[in-house]
């Protein structure tokens, strides 16, 4: 099946095949062009064309059309799927950066943050710092109440004082004295009482019943507790250690033994080496509760002839007062 169409003088074609009236005619298109440029051309022109040929040519067109549809989507929806909108992993990250929260800087924390954790830090510190309770330049007066724990014959309960001087917050000068009173029998265990009453063994007993020392304290550990509310409780950790002496009685009664040569001995004065520590408890900036534990070393006589090495450990346990106050 053919096509003919009549074209108007002065179009201007770039098919290089005609068909006229008379016949065929092949000219190459700048020969025509410059034919309709110089002196135009009378006449018409037929030109046929073969429908099967567009209609193979617009298939094979539907067919690339296919093949593109099926690689990029035939619609938005199919390419959104190709490449994808944005993922909310992106949306996050933008808007923590619009927030501050993070840098617009790849792998940086945000300044304000790193600012704010800074300040954080030096207000902890701060906190951790201030110290309310002072005991430089200050005395402390601390009457106290405990017993010997490491006898195994008798109880020996005690009383007694102690005063300190603070050099400075660590190093402080003390002055420590105790007294003991002697109970009789009333100070035996029941240990004792089988011995001596039943057994017939006669235990060596000796009663502290004084001391005094002078010695130092290091306190090298300070430190707070928080409690309900703002409450602060101030404590510091301190050593003891010095020298004194120490006031023993022999308990003869226990011994079995009166003789001149037990009752020369039966009170004796001892050379002591005093040790210990304990932990001081600040309630206020001019009062505080204190518990230690002291070791005092001596070797005495008994009967005159033999020496013997005590270790009496102390438990006490006191309230102490301070002065002068310090100012707010």
Same mark, same amino acid.
């Given at each position: 099946?053919?096509?003919?169409?009549?074209?108007?003088?002065?179009?201007? %074609?770039?098919?290089?095949?005609?068909?006229?009236? /008379?016949?065929?005619?092949?000219?190459?298109?700048?020969? @025509?062009?410059?034919?309709?440029?110089?002196?135009? %051309?009378?006449?018409?022109?037929?030109?046929?064309?073969?429908?099967?040929?567009?209609?193979?040519?617009?298939?094979?067109?539907?067919?690339? =059309?296919?093949?593109?549809?099926?690689?990029?989507?035939? =619609?938005?929806?199919?390419? /959104?799927?190709? %490449?994808?909108?944005?993922? =909310?992993? @992106?949306?996050?990250?933008?808007?923590?950066?619009?927030?501050? /929260?993070?840098?617009?800087?790849?792998?940086?924390?945000?300044?304000?943050?790193?600012?704010?954790?800074?300040?954080?830090?030096?207000?902890?510190?701060?906190?951790?710092?201030?110290?309310?309770?002072?005991?430089?330049?200050?005395?402390?007066?601390?009457?106290? *109440?405990?017993?010997? !724990? +490491?006898?195994?014959?008798?109880?020996?309960?005690?009383?007694?004082?102690?005063?300190?001087?603070?050099?400075?917050?660590?190093?402080?000068?003390?002055?420590?004295?105790?007294?003991?009173?002697?109970?009789?029998?009333?100070?035996?265990?029941? #240990?004792?009482?089988?011995?001596? +009453?039943?057994?017939?063994?006669?235990?060596? #007993?000796?009663? *502290?019943?004084?001391?005094?020392?002078?010695?130092?304290?290091?306190?090298? @550990?300070?430190?707070?507790?928080?409690?309900?509310?703002?409450?602060?409780?101030?404590?510091?950790?301190?050593?003891?250690?010095?020298?004194?002496?120490?006031?023993?009685? /022999?308990?003869?009664?226990?011994?079995?033994?009166?003789?001149?040569?037990?009752?020369?001995?039966?009170?004796?004065?001892? $050379?002591?080496?005093? @040790?210990?520590?304990?932990?001081?408890?600040?309630?206020?900036?001019?009062?505080?509760?204190?518990?230690?534990?002291?070791?005092?070393?001596?070797?005495? !006589?008994?009967?005159?002839?033999?020496?013997?090495?005590?270790?009496?450990?102390?438990?006490?346990?006191?309230?102490?007062?301070?002065? $002068?106050?310090?100012?707010?």
């Amino acid at each position: 099946m053919k096509l003919q169409n009549t074209l108007l003088l002065g179009v201007l %074609f770039s098919t290089p095949a005609f068909a006229t009236e /008379d016949g065929v005619d092949v000219e190459s298109a700048p020969s @025509i062009a410059q034919r309709f440029a110089t002196q135009g %051309f009378a006449g018409e022109f037929t030109f046929d064309f073969s429908l099967d040929g567009l209609a193979d040519e617009d298939e094979d067109e539907d067919s690339d =059309d296919d093949d593109y549809d099926d690689l990029f989507g035939d =619609d938005e929806t199919d390419m /959104d799927d190709l %490449f994808g909108e944005q993922s =909310d992993s @992106i949306q996050e990250e933008q808007d923590a950066v619009r927030s501050g /929260d993070i840098d617009d800087r790849v792998g940086v924390v945000s300044e304000q943050i790193i600012l704010e954790e800074e300040a954080e830090v030096d207000r902890l510190i701060k906190t951790i710092q201030r110290k309310n309770f002072l005991k430089l330049g200050r005395y402390e007066f601390s009457p106290y *109440l405990g017993f010997v !724990t +490491n006898d195994p014959f008798i109880n020996r309960y005690l009383f007694g004082v102690n005063g300190a001087y603070h050099a400075t917050e660590i190093f402080a000068f003390e002055l420590n004295m105790g007294y003991s009173p002697d109970l009789g029998e009333s100070d035996w265990k029941s #240990i004792t009482t089988q011995l001596v +009453n039943e057994n017939k063994v006669s235990p060596d #007993i000796s009663k *502290l019943t004084f001391f005094t020392n002078f010695g130092f304290q290091f306190s090298p @550990i300070y430190g707070k507790v928080a409690l309900s509310g703002r409450r602060v409780i101030n404590f510091d950790v301190f050593g003891a250690f010095g020298m004194g002496l120490t006031l023993t009685q /022999d308990d003869l009664e226990a011994l079995g033994n009166d003789s001149p040569e037990a009752v020369i001995t039966q009170n004796q004065w001892h $050379p002591t080496t005093n @040790i210990g520590g304990g932990v001081r408890i600040a309630v206020d900036d001019s009062f505080a509760f204190r518990v230690e534990g002291r070791s005092m070393v001596y070797i005495e !006589t008994i009967a005159s002839n033999t020496l013997e090495m005590k270790n009496n450990f102390l438990l006490a346990a006191s309230a102490s007062f301070f002065f $002068p106050n310090v100012g707010r």
